[in-house]
């Protein structure tokens, strides 16, 4: 997936030394093994908190679909938003263009969407038009300014059952841009229930992968993990900010 400038298929493990973990960008640090999926399970984790308020617009279709949104022309990006070519943010703007056209890994269809309608409809393509569809994501159900710190599996992990996901990412840009993709095989979306060391609590949303054999070595996953593609199924958490969407019974949906 992708954590946030980190891309999801080029782009703790306390199995791993305090002074490994040191050397990690912290939004890496939030990627475990199936195998730490158990009650009473302590691992570091970042969660970003990020104010709603403070974060770039999502744009209506109608708005956004005129804007340029391609790496050839940068340019006239840059200069729409009245951007400096050397600034953070052309950098960012770049950045998330590149990441944006990168050819998926096999067995993945991907798309940037620039507006919800844009996104609803890439979701109705992986569905189906007459599919009903949820969205699930990370909740945090106390206040704390706490990014990174140890958590604890509080109960025994949750699995949701879905037979197809949709994930979406925020990426930085000028104004709301999700990177959504799903992929064939087998990926399981799990509810996770965590208590930090400063008693923050946190209702988790995490996927587990369980056929990496496809992804570049170079994934960051495997760096923080250490282990190479296809060996072990890996799993991530997601920031309150990113969510996945699921289709569900008809008998029990939430329509968007």
């Known amino acids: 997936m992708v954590t946030k400038m980190a891309n999801d298929h080029n782009s703790h493990d306390t199995h791993s030394s305090s002074s490994h973990m040191d050397h990690i960008n912290p939004l890496l640090?939030?990627?475990?093994?199936?195998?730490?999926?158990?009650?009473?399970?302590?691992?570091?984790?970042?969660?970003?908190?990020?104010?709603?308020?403070?974060?770039?617009?999502?744009l209506?279709?109608?708005?956004?679909?005129?804007?340029?949104?391609?790496?050839?022309?940068?340019?006239?990006?840059?200069?729409?938003?009245?951007?400096?070519?050397?600034?953070?943010?052309?950098?960012?703007?770049?950045?998330?263009?590149?990441?944006?056209?990168?050819?998926?890994?096999?067995?993945?269809?991907?798309?940037?969407?620039?507006?919800?309608?844009?996104?609803?409809?890439?979701?109705?393509?992986?569905?189906?038009?007459?599919?009903?569809?949820?969205?699930?994501?990370?909740?945090?159900?106390?206040?704390?300014?706490?990014?990174?710190?140890?958590?604890?599996?509080?109960?025994a992990p949750k699995e949701i059952a879905a037979p197809r996901l949709v994930a979406c990412h925020t990426m930085p840009y000028a104004y709301a841009v999700y990177y959504c993709h799903y992929q064939e095989g087998d990926n399981n979306v799990l509810k996770i229930q965590l208590e930090g060391e400063n008693g923050d609590r946190v209702e988790a949303l995490a996927i587990c992968h369980m056929d990496t054999s496809q992804w570049s070595p170079s994934h960051p996953s495997f760096q923080v993990l250490k282990i190479q593609p296809g060996t072990i199924p890996v799993c991530h958490f997601f920031p309150a900010d990113d969510f996945v969407w699921i289709p569900v019974p008809t008998s029990n949906f939430e329509l968007y």
């Open 29 to 58: 640090i939030v990627f475990f093994t199936i195998n730490d999926l158990k009650q009473g399970k302590k691992l570091p984790i970042y969660f970003p908190k990020r104010d709603p308020s403070k974060s770039p617009p999502l």
């Open 60 to 155: 209506p279709k109608e708005q956004a679909d005129p804007i340029p949104f391609s790496l050839k022309k940068l340019p006239q990006i840059l200069s729409y938003f009245s951007y400096p070519s050397n600034s953070p943010q052309a950098q960012a703007v770049k950045e998330t263009l590149e990441q944006c056209e990168l050819k998926p890994i096999k067995g993945e269809t991907k798309f940037c969407a620039t507006s919800m309608e844009s996104m609803v409809n890439f979701v109705r393509t992986a569905f189906g038009p007459k599919t009903h569809y949820e969205v699930l994501t990370t909740s945090h159900l106390t206040k704390s300014n706490v990014h990174l710190q140890n958590y604890t599996f509080i109960e």
